[in-house]
């Protein structure tokens, strides 16, 4: 076909352009479930469909729920973005544009399915096209819904390199799009974002405008604050940026600067006399200097260092030739601040190391001095502040020396976490000279854990971390602010600002109870904010990134099980390390962790509630936070099949079917024993099974957040008679369950008309174009 319509109903609409050379249509109506009365029209016209005016208001549109509206948009000449917006304070529309044809809602060029009648969306005007049609589509009923679309002829809020954007602020759930132009040659573009209030997450795309399904980069960290830096891919030109406001937030500076990171074709190289600091060098934030330095002849090692008192700089070094930033390099420096310290060997056969220094932040009068040595680099050593995840980056053989200075009395617990293939060793020590170790840790990959102590405050202890193979995307911290917990005691987790966390042990301890435990589970329960769970056994977790259970629900509650056991049964004779990573600021949390013979999870059934449905019949819309379940129950009216439609707007939902379930036996630990499930990774699901029983009671669980969902179940076949028991009809008939609207704009037609031989109605209508 050319065109369907195959709303959940007997009401269709359907608009669309008369092809070039076309004379008569043909519309074939096919009984999904029988119905009576119908009427259909059809009607020619010779002006677009409602046409919009650049710029202007259209007047005040109403549909009822599942009805269309079709409009048109004729943009300026010369324009090279369209901004379209809806404003109503009732029901749920769904818009959906495409250049050049009609939309639907399973082929459109761009959508905003927002749970509201207010969307916004800007986008470019793709090169060859003239005209853009928009679909409104009525999810929930509305009434005086406005829609305006304006054309530009200039780029959507340009940014200037380097210039801080005005001031901008944005509601829950807007979109604010922006470009940005490098500069020529240009080889990396860093892009951030600084707010003090609110949550907006960073999508960036080259050449094309970014939503949150489709994007090159994103920063999606919790707060207003974003960083991006990312390399110009060869060919592209503009960098379109959308701010998608997940809270509103007011204020809110956009600052995007371009570097040539590859320092161009003819760069200005500084000499580096050894053992000479440079003068004083000064640089805007993304800036690079470049030295060249030559090493004596007799040198079996170098020591660079870079000494400042503001800003914060990065050091980068190769032998022979420039480095790449962030992408390959020999040696590096990336402490805080300006002071950098760098020692290694000479490679056989290197005599010249080029040293290129980053500004992450502006500094000013910088010096960089790098000294040839006649042995092995002495080491010395750059702070490292307690309480704070860094990056670490070393190559193999590379060796990197921190001081610690302890701020209490409570041991010093240091650790390490990477990617399988890296190794890192780790010892302490307090006498740098000698460098004895007092501490140490040196297992055979990325994962160590190294407890200093006892300390007191004001001491200074100093950690050497060697790669006995590199990698460059590991993490260190060291933390004093470590509890040791036992199994079975309620904690109350110190309150937590957004982004920080607090960590606990559990030690080994082979006890009667814990060696027949099959699991160690922990749970924290607070009133407020978002506090998420991360639980390893023998290392921290690290930034979410390593570990070895979680919960992470949209909330203060969360569960997590581990089991006590390897899988050949040998018990885990390790302590147990806990994190409680504040996502939102929380207070009054409270964590226990206890022995169990099942693991648990966050339980989607605390809340849940049992809605009885007609057959066929829709539920409301309602909408469901991460983790959190509701349940519907269906006595089907006919002994066939039985259809399940789940449809949503954003999120991730699945179902899980019971026949004849006991509610109050259903529980955590046997939603997955359902036969019948359907998990896609969206909110739309669709699932077709046989009658084989008296009631079925579907559980909806939202994995992510999910909103304006509705859901309802239709049985088809013969009657059932009343009370008697249900018997499984084989169905004879072509499968034509229908797929529900997609919420991703590349979705193709799924849907299938059965074939003609099938039609229970088929009527054949005829239309001379006018």
Excluded at 296 to 309: I, K, L, N, Y
Excluded at 557 to 570: K, R, W
Excluded at 619 to 632: A, D, I, N, P
Excluded at 757 to 764: E, R, T, Y
């Amino acid at each position: 076909y050319d065109h369907s319509g195959q709303m959940l109903t007997s009401n269709e609409v359907q608009s669309f352009p008369v092809p070039v050379g076309s004379s008569k249509l043909f519309i074939s109506l096919y009984a999904f479930e029988a119905y009576s009365n119908v009427i259909a029209t059809c009607t020619s016209n010779t002006e677009d469909i409602l046409n919009l005016e650049d710029g202007f208001p259209s007047d005040p549109i109403s549909a009822a729920t599942d009805d269309t509206t079709l409009l048109g948009f004729l943009p300026s000449a010369n324009a090279t973005s369209v901004i379209c917006t809806t404003q109503g304070d009732d029901g749920d529309l769904d818009i959906y544009l495409s250049w050049d044809s009609f939309p639907d809602p399973t082929d459109y060029d761009h959508s905003g399915q927002m749970p509201s009648s207010n969307e916004n969306l800007s986008f470019p005007v793709p090169a060859g096209s003239s005209k853009l049609f928009i679909l409104l589509n009525a999810f929930e009923a509305y009434t005086n819904v406005v829609v305006t679309c304006t054309s530009s002829t200039s780029d959507v809020l340009n940014l200037e390199g380097g210039i801080p954007s005005d001031p901008i602020s944005a509601r829950t759930g807007d979109a604010t799009l922006l470009g940005f132009t490098p500069t020529a040659n240009a080889a990396s573009v860093t892009c951030t974002t600084e707010g003090d209030n609110g949550d907006l997450d960073i999508y960036v795309l080259w050449d094309s405008f970014p939503d949150p399904t489709e994007f090159d980069h994103s920063g999606q960290l919790p707060g207003s604050t974003e960083t991006l830096t990312f390399p110009v891919p060869p060919g592209s030109s503009t960098l379109f940026i959308m701010l998608y406001a997940f809270e509103a937030y007011s204020n809110v500076i956009v600052t995007c600067a371009s570097t040539t990171e590859d320092f161009g074709s003819d760069p200005e190289i500084l000499p580096l006399e050894d053992g000479i600091p440079s003068e004083p060098i000064s640089a805007a934030q993304n800036d690079f200097t470049v030295f060249k330095f030559r090493a004596s002849a007799d040198a079996a090692s170098v020591t660079c260092t870079t000494e400042g008192d503001n800003g914060d700089l990065d050091i980068y070094l190769s032998w022979e030739s420039l480095p790449e930033f962030i992408y390959d390099f020999e040696h590096s420096g990336q402490d805080l601040g300006s002071n950098e310290m760098v020692s290694f060997l000479i490679p056989p056969g290197s005599s010249t190391l080029f040293v290129v220094v980053y500004a992450f932040e502006a500094y000013t009068n910088a010096i960089v001095t790098c000294t040839s040595g006649a042995g092995a680099p002495s080491p010395s050593a750059a702070p490292l502040p307690l309480n704070t995840l860094f990056q670490l980056s070393l190559s193999a053989g590379e060796e990197r020396v921190y001081e610690l200075t302890a701020s209490s009395g409570n041991d010093i617990v240091c650790f390490t976490n990477g990617p399988e293939g890296g190794d890192l060793d780790m010892f302490a020590t307090s006498d740098l000279a000698t460098l004895v170790p007092d501490a140490s840790s040196s297992g055979p990959d990325s994962e160590e854990v190294l407890e200093i102590g006892p300390v007191v405050p004001g001491q200074r202890v100093f950690l050497v971390v060697s790669a006995f193979t590199g990698t460059k995307d590991a993490y260190i911290e060291c933390i004093d602010n470590l509890l040791t917990i036992q199994r079975g005691t309620q904690i109350s987790v110190p309150d937590t600002k957004q982004g920080q966390s607090q960590y606990f042990r559990i030690p080994f301890n082979m006890s009667p109870s814990t060696s027949a435990a099959a699991y160690t589970t922990c749970e924290i329960v607070g009133p407020n904010g978002d506090a998420d769970l991360y639980i390893k056994w023998g290392g921290f977790p690290a930034a979410g990134e390593f570990f070895d259970s979680s919960g992470v629900c949209f909330s203060s509650e969360d569960v997590a099980s581990v089991p006590n056991q390897l899988s050949g049964g040998t018990f885990i004779m390790e302590d147990l390390y806990i994190q409680v990573f504040a996502f939102k600021d929380f207070s009054e949390v409270v964590l226990e962790c206890t022995e169990s013979s099942a693991p648990k999870q966050t339980d989607p059934l605390k809340y849940a509630t049992n809605q009885v449905l007609a057959d066929g019949e829709s539920s409301s819309s309602f909408r469901l936070e991460t983790c959190r379940g509701t349940l519907f129950s269906v006595t089907p009216d006919r002994s066939g099949n039985i259809t399940c439609i789940l449809a949503g707007v954003d999120g991730d939902a699945d179902t899980f079917l019971f026949w004849d379930l006991d509610i109050s036996s259903l529980s955590v630990n046997n939603i997955a024993d359902a036969v019948n499930r359907t998990q896609s990774e969206d909110s739309n699901e669709v699932i077709t099974i046989p009658v084989e029983g008296n009631t079925l009671t579907t559980l909806v669980v939202a994995n992510q957040e999910s909103t304006a969902l509705r859901f309802r179940c239709k049985s088809e076949g013969p009657v059932r008679a009343t009370n008697a028991p249900t018997t499984t009809i084989p169905d004879t008939t072509t499968n034509s369950t229908r797929v529900p609207t997609s919420t991703t704009s590349s979705a193709s037609l799924s849907t299938k008309i059965p074939g003609l031989m099938l039609l229970s109605s088929f009527v054949v209508m005829f239309a001379s174009w006018m």
